[in-house]
């Protein structure tokens, strides 16, 4: 296809100049200025000889080997990560999909610089037990104004690992009092949770999907089934996995043989919570993500999520959707579980990355019913609240779900012409939104191909076997789909 | 005792005035001053109207059982809480121990008005694949300036329930390269730790203290046995439990009881290792706290310390020092576990609150194998170290341990006095540092002395059955000990 080329002959002087130039986006239907770089601009390869000397110093204190280069994040702007070798690359995958607005961001600039926030930086506070002012406020003109259909309730938290972690106790003790029919816990229970026995702690499970990721602290990963590496030599729960359909892309061309492979996951779900039940560890709850992230971006319809809601519903477990990396409209709906169309889609809905705090929303019965029950020191931090509600207000103002939208389907328009045109290297282009994916035929092509993609300003990330997945910030307009789509094409052109 | 009373005479126009003044440490080795308030102010009975109004308000979001009152973070002060309805405390509890020193001191309120640590703010990164340029110098300047003894390594994490977590499964993965003699993982122990079962998900252990607290996660809770409502309705693991020493106060006076209480429970712990090997649970470290905090305040000598360590060693066991509440220079020294006098006092150390973040220091052998196998998005938050490095400029420039040391020992002298003086009320007076409690008779008395504290202006914290705890900021000094003595001295003379 022929992509529009925009790397501009400005670069060179624009760079030696402000480094910063003002773009009036192509396709935005408002005109939208903003201090934004033009296109990527790479001085060496990456890492850079820079960020290889960093490398040394940081590997005397911890293990680099994870670590791709150094960033400037003070040139960065919008959708370009600079580095400290000067390389400018265009940024799909945002720190692990957590930059919401792109780097420095004016609004959130101005959050710092505002004299009236420096108390909320300063003093963190305890928010169970001495909260601020304005947190009731706040909470209001931040979370609770996106807050999911059917949930009132939310609790705020440091990342996401500590919000599916405090999500999963809410659901074992809301289980746990139903089962005694809400009366005081009996003096054997309370005298056996001290030291870790049934029945005071006792032998409840979380129901978890093959693929799935909900972090790495000791509860979450024992609902986490994606790699190996994070799994490995970390003790567990005996709790049921069950199939996550592994779906035909696209969607539309394989609904008959996609509903068929749900139809099954959703049978196999059913039955593993009756064996469980029968094993004495029945199911208090079942997580799922809308798309299963690390894991490969494994989508399923929104008929298996109504129908998966139900069987929890009818077995008596909590249903508990993982937001942390879907949420925050880079779905082009604020949550990806609003796909599903269900006026009352969870019990439980936990976040983190975009929204810049961690946290879950939940229906009102799953608020504990004791104080210190679901409890840290600080309960999150106020100041990430401040950032939010910034963010909510661009959102909104500069109509950024649309965008996600437009850019999403031109991105996903680019990858399946992309695999067509190059069908023995790339399948199965899939996303909602800009969260889009494609698989390369093996995994030493993918990564041959995100290397290479690097050294000419495209950083993307990876995830399940040999997926590529893009997540750009939600300022990511068609504009630097058609800039991603060319780099990617002069890969793949050159590729043997 | 005859407490001298500070409370100003020129409070009423102060506050009418600028809310601030500046005053000059009586007993500080050279003139400090500050912006500080001289003395508690009170308005309204606690929590006052406004802050009963927003708890009514929060509570529709949230549980706010645990709510103590409502703060006015801004108008606080060094070691004074302000509340919404005008009330200004002695805050002797600070977040939970987490304000290093003080409410909105300067030198914090430099760090972030300083336009080139905007960034650092505003672009929160992945730490762990894209760390900022300063991010080794910034790690080297702060954490690692304060490493302990033979650990040059050091992992931040969010918070510390997060740090305990990771540094549990450094431990599993240490204890199992150990056993696999450094060879690669076997495919069955790939395969089946994908679905948590052993041995790629081994039946490992950690040997924890009754009466400790590391956290609120699944696998810190696992090793939390301090009060049943953290735990009640959590599926646990079947880990070993040992006896925390309970010693007898002063410690000096009891030397022969105590030695014999400690020599129990270490004859104890190696019982347990040996029987939970036996079981196929091997203990693959031991957590314990150099002051077990929130059960109790319960202390031991650097003898059981020494000799718990030694065993560790004898059996192959990590050993970990959790130092979330006693780091950070509230016993005198930056970590209590200096105290002990150890050239090689611990594997790993953990820390959170007042380090601002969380995260752990460990030994060379500590550090995982592979990247990817300690992870997650954030890996902490460089804009905490930031704080971090000018707390600790604070720390060495105002000489806080020596001040801390100062105003321990008259804080432990004037409750030595006060038991001394209301035997039937308060005993068992302990502390290291300004990390002091006391206890009541009962755990009701001990509640009505806090309420009554709290309306005349000290705010302190509970811990254990009937104790109440101090955890003044650095900056508390004699001055504010006598301000608090002098409080608690009215109340236990009208208390029945």
């Known amino acids: 296809p022929d992509w529009i080329i925009y790397r501009s002959a400005r670069n060179e002087s624009l760079k030696q100049n402000s480094q910063v130039t003002i773009y009036v986006s192509r396709t935005a239907t408002k005109t939208v200025s903003e201090f934004e770089y033009d296109a990527p601009s790479m001085k060496t390869a990456v890492p850079g000889p820079k960020s290889q000397e960093l490398m040394r110093q940081l590997g005397e204190i911890q293990n680099v080997g994870a670590v791709h280069f150094f960033c400037n994040y003070e040139e960065s702007r919008g959708n370009y990560l600079v580095d ?15 930059i919401p607005i792109g780097y420095n961001h004016p609004a959130l ?112 990963l024992a609902a986490t089934h994606s790699k190996a590496i994070h ?11 069950a199939p996550f359909p592994k779906l035909q892309y696209p969607l539309e061309e394989f609904v ?9 996951c959703l049978e196999e779900v059913e039955d593993l919570i009756v064996k469980w039940r029968q094993k004495g560890r029945p199911v208090a709850g079942i997580v799922i993500e809308p798309i299963q992230a690390e894991g490969g971006d494994n989508h399923a319809s929104p008929d298996f999520f109504s129908k998966l809601r139900n069987i929890a519903r009818k077995h008596g477990c909590a249903f508990h959707v993982d937001e942390v990396q879907t949420g925050g409209g880079t779905t082009g709906k604020f949550w990806a579980h609003e796909n599903w169309g269900l006026d009352d889609p969870a019990d439980v809905v936990s976040f983190s990355k975009k929204l810049l705090t961690g946290g879950y ?9 004791k104080p210190y029950r679901i409890f840290n020191t600080w309960m999150g931090d106020p100041s990430k609240n401040l950032f939010l509600s910034e963010v909510l207000n661009v959102i909104r103002r500069e109509n950024l779900l649309e965008e996600v939208t437009r850019s999403g389907k031109a991105l996903l328009q680019g990858l399946y012409a992309l695999q067509t045109q190059y069908p023995h290297i790339l399948s199965r282009a899939r996303g909602q939104g800009t969260f889009c994916a494609i698989d390369a035929c093996n995994d030493a092509t993918r990564d041959s191909i995100m290397l290479k993609a690097r050294n000419k300003g495209l950083f993307m990330g990876s995830c399940g076997e040999k997926t590529i997945r893009f997540r750009p910030a939600l300022v990511f307009k068609e504009y630097h789909v058609h800039q991603l789509l060319n780099i990617l094409n002069n890969i793949l052109a050159e590729h043997k």
Chains 1, 2 share one sequence.
Not at 92 to 98: D, G
Not at 256 to 264: K, L, P, T
């Open 84 to 98: 400290v070798d000067g390389n400018r690359m265009l940024d799909v995958y945002t720190q692990i999909s957590s």
């Open 231 to 241: 799994k490995l030599d970390i003790p567990s729960f005996d709790w049921p996995i």
């Open 361 to 369: 929303y939940h229906r009102d019965e799953l608020q504990p019913d």
């Open 109 to 220: 600039i101005k959050v710092m610089t505002n004299p009236n926030n420096v108390s909320a930086f300063v003093n963190r506070p305890a928010l169970g037990i001495l909260p601020p002012e304005n947190f009731p406020d706040k909470l209001f003109e931040s979370l609770l104004s996106i807050a999911p259909s059917g949930m009132s309730r939310v609790q705020t938290m440091a990342c996401g690992s500590c919000s599916n972690e405090n999500a999963f106790k809410s659901m074992f003790i809301w289980y746990r009092n139903k089962e005694r029919g809400y009366a005081s816990p009996s003096e054997q229970e309370v005298g056996t949770c001290m030291i870790n026995q049934s029945p005071g702690c006792p032998d409840l499970s979380i129901l978890s999907f093959m693929g799935a990721f909900h972090g790495r602290t000791m509860g979450c």
């Open 256 to 264: 008959r043989e996609n509903a068929q492979e749900e139809a099954r």
